[in-house]
Structure formats: structure tokens, C-alpha cells
């Protein structure tokens, strides 16, 4: 179980550091100020585009986010948004299967204290130039009724991998459709008897790679051994261990024998099997989140034997939204102010931590919020920290009594999570104005 001891550590640091909390004079609400920073209005852009923004608010963006609406070519319409703008304002539109043309792109967003959205429009002009792209795809040599992972690996002509295509598999006539990973790699599971089957891999292409395919061999033999690799799950900057067993055809363990090991198409390391048969070591995961391959091979008298697995490094969405029960309270008064982490995935965020250091114009009185909590009266602060921040909302509840008139800050001094997560810095201050 976590310790506040160590929150009370990071907050004793914390407070040994000095805050600038800038004065802003108050002054009427008012609908978004959209400014576009990329594209600029009428640019060139092919493949995935980054469309970045800022947006001065009164103050907040609502729980809608902020809205991309494309339109273009063949009544061509999409709805991208972007519900945490606290990392700054950006969505990526993938213009792969998009024709080209002029394509319209309008902003908006409401602050929760104006009725009406503000807006901005600008155009762009999609001028995708398709590339020649390949299929990397080798032989295998697997057991006899032995389920076994295998891979093909899709590149550019450059040998730059693509991503998030899918790839066809054609074998012993069927077909699986597979997505490639962060490394280019889509793999699926075959289980056959004797027999050499021809396998064909194609990618259909789209508006910027052009199709391919590639064709191999997949040798099954009762006398081939068989290596199993274990699916492996981990945070980024995280020892795991990576294992794999080798046995032959019978069932029994072969010791001593070297395995190689590939991650995200490099290898990694040579690792010779012990007397159960296993070969592992302990790999510190340096990937951003998302899904790779680790691959497997030994060299056996029949073959090259491979095997296939999964290395998911969880990603997490975590965005802060605050508010409170009143607007403009006046001085003696009780307030609840809510904070709520919302986690928009794809996975949980683990051991989210949550501090604030209560400004001297606000008095702490009670909170309440699921996990674990504790408000450390030396600092004048509150601690909150999730083992797990499922997908959706958690909400912190804080009640407080307003001391002194001016803006008080309410936007926390730390918000961190365990898990990758590019979204969860909250870069904005937000204030409750006590007249």
C-alpha cells in the first residue's frame, strides 16, 4: 500500500519552493479566442497531420473539448477532439484514405461561464504523393499441431516502418487480418499439421503507401522443437522480465541452447537455456506506450524456430477538470471545489498521485474522494493518490471556507501517474475570484 509519508515528503519539498501566483484583474466572460498555430490557412499537408491550436478562455473550456470539424471532397465530414487542454490543444487526422483537395477545418469550443462557442476557420489543401512500400516476411520452420505467432514487418522504401496498417495472411486457405504495431509488425496464429504451406501476405495500399506483398514458406514437422514466448506487460522506465522455453518435439526441455531475442525489430540479446529450458533476462522498457513484438529464435537441425509475442507498455489519458459550486463567492463563505481526474485511456492509469497546497485566502475544512486521502495541516495541503484511475472519471471533493477577496489558485502543484501518458501535464492556472 502506498505511504503519505512519501507525499509528505514530496510536499515538504514542494513548499520549500515559492510560488508565483500571477494577479489578473476579473473582468466579464467572454467565448474563446481561437488562434490556429499549424497548419497555417491554405498549406500543403499529406499523411498524418498534426493540427495544433491555442485558446484563451474566462475560465475553462467546457467538457466538450475542443472540436475539429474537417469537411472536404465527396461530402467528406470528421469530428476530431481534443478533451484535455491542459497539454496544449493538437488532434492528428490521418489523410491516408482522404482524397486530395481542399478541405475546410473549422475550431470551436464553449467556456463553462459563456453561452456561445468560439470559433475559428482556416482551409487546407490535402496533396498526398504515394510511396512504394514493402513486405519484410521470412520462412518458418514450426511444430506439428503447435500453435505459433507469426510476423511480417511493413515498410516504406526508405525501410521506414508503417504503423497501424493492416496486413492480409493467406494460408492453407484462410485469411487473417492483422494490424501492425508501433514497429511495423502484424503477426497472427497458425496451427497445422505436417505438410509445407505457402503463405501470402499482402497490404492493399492507400492514399499514400502503395500495395505489396510478399510470399513464404511455413514448414511443419512433427521432429521440429517448439519455443514459447510469454506476452509481457510493463510501464515505461520498467525492469521486466522477458522469459521463453524451448522443448523438442516430445515435450522434453533443451538446456543450453541460444536464443536470440528481438524487441520492436532489434535485437536485444543471446541468451542460452537453463536445465527447465527457460531462457530469460530482465529488460528495462525505454518504448512510449503502445503495443510491440518480441521475437524469438533458435536455430534448430530442422529449421529456424521463431515465436512471436506481445510487449504492451500501458498508455494512459489522463486530463484534470475543475470547478466549483459557486461562482464569485464572497469572503466567509463555504465552497466545494470538485476535482476530477478523467482517464479517456486506452489503459488504466497506475498510481496516480494528486497534491494541492491550499492558497492562504481559501481554509480547508473536509474532502472526500475515493482511493486514499490526507490533509497535512503542516503544509496547509492534500494528498490524494489512485492505485488505478479507470477509464472514466474519478472525483475528488473538496470543501473549503474563503478567507480573503482576490484570485485563488486552484489548479494543483502536482499531478503525475506511473503510466505513459503525454496528456496528463496540466499547464494552465485556474482561479476562484472571492469578491
Known amino acids: 500500500m502506498f505511504e503519505f509519508k512519501k507525499i509528505a515528503i514530496v510536499l515538504l519539498v514542494l513548499m520549500a519552493c515559492t510560488l508565483f501566483l500571477g494577479v489578473v484583474s476579473a473582468h466579464d466572460p467572454f ?6 498555430l499549424s497548419p497555417k490557412n491554405n498549406d500543403e499537408v499529406n499523411n498524418i497531420v498534426t493540427i495544433r491550436a491555442s485558446i484563451k478562455v474566462h475560465t475553462a473550456v467546457d467538457s466538450n473539448g475542443v472540436n475539429f470539424t474537417i469537411s472536404g471532397p465527396n461530402k467528406y465530414k470528421k469530428l476530431l477532439r481534443d478533451m484535455n487542454t491542459n497539454d496544449g490543444i493538437s488532434v492528428k487526422w490521418d489523410t491516408s484514405n482522404v482524397a486530395n483537395g481542399k478541405y475546410k477545418i473549422s475550431v470551436s469550443a464553449k467556456d463553462v ?3 456561445y462557442p468560439g470559433v475559428k476557420d482556416f482551409n487546407v489543401k490535402v496533396v498526398n504523393k504515394k510511396i512504394a512500400s514493402k513486405i519484410e516476411l521470412n520462412d518458418y520452420s514450426i511444430g506439428s499441431n503447435k500453435k505459433t505467432n507469426i510476423i511480417a514487418t511493413l515498410k516504406d522504401k526508405n525501410n521506414k516502418v508503417i504503423a497501424n496498417k493492416y496486413l492480409v495472411f493467406k494460408i492453407n486457405g484462410k485469411s487473417y487480418k492483422s494490424l501492425t504495431d508501433k514497429g511495423g509488425i502484424a503477426k497472427f496464429t497458425f496451427n497445422a499439421g505436417n505438410g509445407n504451406y505457402s503463405l501470402n501476405t499482402s497490404f492493399l495500399g492507400d492514399n499514400i503507401y502503395f500495395s505489396s506483398s510478399n510470399s513464404s514458406t511455413v514448414k511443419v514437422s512433427s521432429d521440429t522443437p517448439y519455443l514459447s514466448l510469454y506476452d509481457v506487460v510493463g510501464n515505461k522506465n520498467q525492469k521486466v ?18 536464443i536470440n531475442f528481438y524487441i520492436n525489430n532489434k535485437k536485444i540479446k543471446t541468451v542460452k537455456t537453463n536445465s527447465k529450458g527457460l531462457a530469460s533476462f530482465n529488460y528495462k522498457i525505454n518504448l512510449n506506450g503502445g503495443n510491440y513484438t518480441i521475437f524469438a529464435e533458435y536455430l534448430a537441425k530442422t529449421g529456424v524456430v521463431k515465436s512471436a509475442s506481445t510487449l504492451n507498455v500501458p498508455q494512459s489519458s489522463i486530463s484534470l477538470k475543475i470547478s466549483s459550486s459557486k461562482s464569485y463567492p464572497k469572503v466567509g463563505t463555504k465552497v466545494t471545489l470538485y476535482y476530477r481526474i478523467v482517464n479517456n485511456g486506452p489503459d488504466t492509469g497506475k498510481d496516480v498521485l494528486f497534491a494541492y497546497k491550499f492558497p492562504k485566502g481559501l481554509k480547508y475544512i473536509s474532502s472526500q474522494a475515493p482511493g486514499l486521502k490526507k490533509y497535512f495541516a503542516k503544509y496547509n495541503a492534500i494528498g490524494w493518490y489512485l492505485k488505478s484511475a479507470k477509464l472514466g472519471t474519478n472525483l475528488l471533493k473538496l470543501t473549503v471556507l474563503t478567507k480573503n477577496s482576490g484570485r485563488q489558485l486552484l489548479t494543483p502543484q502536482i499531478l503525475k501517474t506511473a503510466t505513459y501518458d503525454l496528456s496528463i501535464a496540466h499547464k494552465k492556472n485556474l482561479y476562484l475570484t472571492v469578491g
Do not use: R, T
Open 241 to 258: 522480465s522477458i522469459k521463453a522455453i524451448l522443448k523438442d518435439s516430445k515435450g522434453k526441455v533443451l538446456k543450453n541452447k541460444n
Open 31 to 36: 467565448p474563446p479566442e481561437i488562434k490556429i
Open 113 to 115: 461561464d459563456y453561452e
